[in-house]
T-cell receptor, first 115, second 112 residues
């Protein structure tokens, strides 16, 4: 899939450095948050998720931080690699009671890794 | 490869026409979600089916409809197409107990 929008925020990072991608979410009642990565020509790919009863979760080379007070989510990528270049989306889920995850996606941030 | 298959990958049609997009979820996944990705609106949730039944509707136009068949594949029908319907349409499937959606590679619809 193509990058969303003509004016995506862009983050350029040197290979090997750490990246931090930020996201402001909209609804204080959202209970579940996910980061997705979308490479050119592909569908979004799950990276990491976090529930609202947590403030930090770590995966392999990635960490998600959740600050519910200011409705802010961040994704930290350690030792960024050229293969990390993509558009990153945060998504939030409002509990619906129907067992359905109706994710609301942010506009995305384009990460460019400089070799 | 997410395991979700979408066809066709590309589709070009004219205004007023009708198209059908097809999705085969990952083996064992009962949930199928449809999303639309456009330049101005980003990724938007359209509709969710679980084991053949509609579970939730999002920003889906009345000109659009979907269904999930007994073999769990799903179709999204778009009718009376307008220029603004040009977008990428993604299908995603999931295990019921998590929100981890596995997206297909999308169907790119161009309406001329």
């Amino acid at each position: 899939g193509e990058n969303v929008g003509l004016h995506l925020p862009t983050l350029s990072v040197q290979e090997g450095d750490n990246s931090i991608i930020n996201c402001a979410y909209s609804n204080s009642a959202s209970d579940y948050f996910i980061w997705y990565k979308q490479e050119s020509g592909k569908g979004p790919q799950f990276i990491i998720d976090i529930r609202s009863n947590m403030d930090k979760r770590q995966g392999q080379r990635v960490t998600v931080l959740l600050n519910k007070t200011v409705k802010h989510l961040s994704l930290q990528i350690a030792a960024t690699q050229p293969g990390d270049s993509a558009v990153y989306f945060c998504a939030e889920n409002l509990p619906s009671g129907a067992g359905s995850y109706q994710l609301t996606f942010g506009k995305g941030t384009k990460l460019s890794v400089i070799p | 490869d997410s395991g979700v298959t979408q066809t066709p990958k590309h589709l070009i049609t004219a205004t007023g026409q009708r198209v059908t997009l097809r999705c085969s979820p990952r083996s064992g996944d009962l949930s199928v979600y449809w999303y639309q990705q456009s330049l101005d609106q980003g990724l938007q949730f359209l509709i969710h089916y679980y084991n053949g039944e509609e579970r939730a509707k999002g920003n889906i136009l009345e000109r659009f409809s979907a269904q999930q068949f007994p073999d769990l594949h799903s179709e999204l029908n778009l009718s009376s197409l307008e220029l603004g319907d040009s977008a990428l349409y993604f299908c995603a499937s999931s295990v019921k107990s998590t929100g981890e959606l596995f997206f297909g590679e999308g169907s790119r619809l161009t309406v001329l």
